[in-house]
């Protein structure tokens, strides 16, 4: 635990090192290193915690005797915790090449003050075990992501987007604060194994608030709004940050409240489930309908976000029916999706960053070609683009294998009892298919446009493959992907602390034959990968070998003879979805705006189409501004004096006086 | 040894299933219609041939054709052919079925878009739409007859289906499962009613269009892979059907290859008296697929 403690803390003050005097650039040197010395301790510290099976524990006195400085290290949140580190260095790495060359700036300086204290609080987060001290570093983890998204605040859309940021995500905060007070039950006990979960209505409320706190901060639709603004505003880093890692701590909330309870309701399962198949179909529509590729990558954590919900259902309907099996899946499966997702999805938003600062965009129709021009990260960004498409032999392909065979242990586990809860796990392995099929489209569109053909625009012919540090990261993360994948037979039996953390209550010798049985399944898929490399090297040999002596032309691509094609002319990010975006129409609500010629001879013609998000425009901006409408009634009670608010508080304090006595 | 025969068979033989089609449709066109071995020769043909690339492709236009074909070889492992068990079973495996062959349509799929043509673009654009809902469909299609089997693998489904069973309880929902992989066999393998393979018009194809820039053993690899997607899914389908339940290795091999002949006349005879379905109805006609493996699993579950 000390060491534990000095590498959090070594994170926490490697922020306050880029204020040292000087020039700034030494300054930032040593902040950086201090930051990988820091992770690399910590990360040593979790060694016997995810392999030993050890459990860490602080408790010391803190405010009061119920709210204590209690930190829990066990191997669940040593398993959260990896990412957090690896992401959080790799980002560093990035985003000191990602961002201008000016140490010296104060903008700069505080940048990556709050990153470093992101990474520290995140940290915090994972390990706290008293609720006052998890919502007091929940909010700092907020708080500084909100800065962070906020670095090019000079732009209106940057701020409103961190202004949608900061309100869906204080909204969960007070929710969770609710959640916590019905948790602490009668005696007032804030640790978290002193939590006791209420009967009744009360029970219901604290799943409710949740769903919506956690779900808040997770992306989960309906609550995602501010993932598509947030995400394409922070600087590229910032977002793999933030989608790679920070949303998990809102899927690790849901686990630890879940596992609080041995035998959850179903309809608890049964909600996430829905919720999760919700967000993984809608979350990649809107993807495939967005022309940004941020706003696409961040859709696509939505759809993320919502497999890992998926498999968090079946996970908490295993331990309602007391089905190992289920719940190992299912748990399992959206453990591992959290550990892949943090992966690609920070390698893909390290790719959209280097893309931006070769090119000068994020728009996929002024882009193409890239592919030859940055071969490095073109190649980074391919393998993250399968993993992601869960294409084997990548990780992606693992833990989605796990849910979708969950889903079919819970068809087996139904079969013949209950026809609702059968068509439910049909329900799941559908979403999890037309998922599979949708990021296919979404990914090949957003690696097709974007790294193939011929650049649509000046920025996109002449770009050029960026430094070492950017395209470094990704190649680690891209080696992880694969690492992952080839991995999984060794990885899901050396899993079996996570799982005894999570099921506690399923007898060990039960978990251990279940894990063997999918270590066998998984030792089957790497045979099956292996097969596929092995006919990839006779198809290539024989490939070879035919064209060996063989003339090698090149000419120009077929256009039907066509003398004078142009870049314009290629299939663009809106014109390659379009079957699909029409087939989707009352889903999706894309608005086009057309201005077509009339006459007999060609004119100017254009057309514009967009998705804006329906839930944002529809439901949330409404609601505000009624909520705005109401709260202008109240504001002679914001007088500005502060005598008056003194009075205020004076005021509550007597009448919480007079309402105990 | 029967698995690794069928294999072998599979490897060898796959390039003829067009071969018989081409020959049903010719006859009943009234002509007399190419050889049989017309596909081998043209294999053989294009490997002898050097090659043409694009000043726009990349390396990786050149890695589709192999990966596409790596896929599929490494798909065919795991399906079941003539009564026997396939070279790779367990439980799970039709998953990594289907996402090897996802594997290699999102290859094929970049090696369109890798020759900056619009009309590759536009073959690629329709390719992932169809691909998008014929996923769903066929692994619903497998999850409900794994799940009255309680098998969830590709051979062990075949083991416990049987065209006997069409006349028991589960029969209705097999028969249902039978006609919805039918249409996954013809959208998969892009024939008529979703995608026309002998067309030369550029707008109007899906699968031959994306392949257009191909050449010489690149275009070779690309038709091999190809004809073992037919088979590929024809033996899935024989399987399903599975006319004559366990056999021995000569009468098994003899049998799936006669089940092989039928279904390739079958196509024949649908590309012969049906037209092209108008691309805005394609989806519907896979969606009748997806919406009959629902019902199969209601009735599976009833």
Redesign the interface.
Known sequence: MTLFLWGITIIFISGFLVFLPGRGKAAAMISQTALIAGSLLTAVALYPVLIQDQVLHISLQWMTPEIRFALHLDALSALFILPVLLVGVLGRIYGSRYLPAEWHAMRQKNHWFFYHLLTAAMVLVLTAWNAVLFLIAWEVMTVASFFLVLYHGEAPSVRRAGWIYLAATQVGTALLIMMFILLSGPSGAMDFDQLVMPAGIHGTLVFLFMLVGFGAKAGLIPFHIWLPEAHPAAPSHVSALMSGVMIKTGIFGIIRIITLLQTPPAWWGWVLVGIGALSGVQGLLYAMAQHDLKRLLAYCSVENIGIITLGLGIGTLGLNQASTLMAILGFGGAVWHMLNHALFKSLLFFGAGSIQHATGSLQMDQL??L??RMPRTGITF?IGA?AI????PFNG?ISE?LI??GA?ES??HF??RS?PH??GG?LI??A???M???A??V???A???IF???PRSEGASKARENAPQMWGPMAALALGCMALGFASPWLIKAALPVFKTLLPTFQQDILLAELLELQ??LF??L??SL???G??I???A??WL??RG???????????AYSAPK?K???SAS??????VR?FKTLLRTRSHVHSPLSYFPTKADLHTHTPDLFLESVYAPLMQWIQRLTDRMRWVQEGRIQLYILYIALTLLFLFIWKL | MTSLLSFILALTTAPLIPGIINRIKAVSAGRQGPPLLQNYYDLAKLMKKGVVYSHTTTWLFKASPVIQCAAACAALLIVPFGGGAALLHFKGDLLLFAYLLAMGRFFLVLGALDTGSSFEGMGASREVLISALTEPAFLLGFTALASFTGRFSLTGICHSVSFLSLFESAGTATLLIVVAMMLVFLTENARIPVDDPNTHLELTMVHEVMVLDHSGPDLALIEYTAALKLWIYGALLIGIVNPAGRHTLAMGLLIGLAGMAVIAILTGFIESIMARLPWVRVPQLIASALVLSILASIIVGW
């Open positions: 193409g070609g592919l030859k391919l399968a498409s869960a294409l084997p392909f294998l979708y065979r079919f068809i087996l079969v013949n026809l059968q068509m049909l392995m559908g999890l298919a037309l599979g099929g949708l296919l489209a990914f090949t569109k690696f097709g446009i193939l053909g011929e066998e399944m089957y898929i045979w099956g097969a596929f490399i006919f990839l006779l198809a290539g024989l490939r035919l064209l063989k003339t090698v032309q090149q000419a120009p691509t077929w256009g039907c870049p002319m290629q299939y014109s390659f979805t379009q079957p699909l087939l």
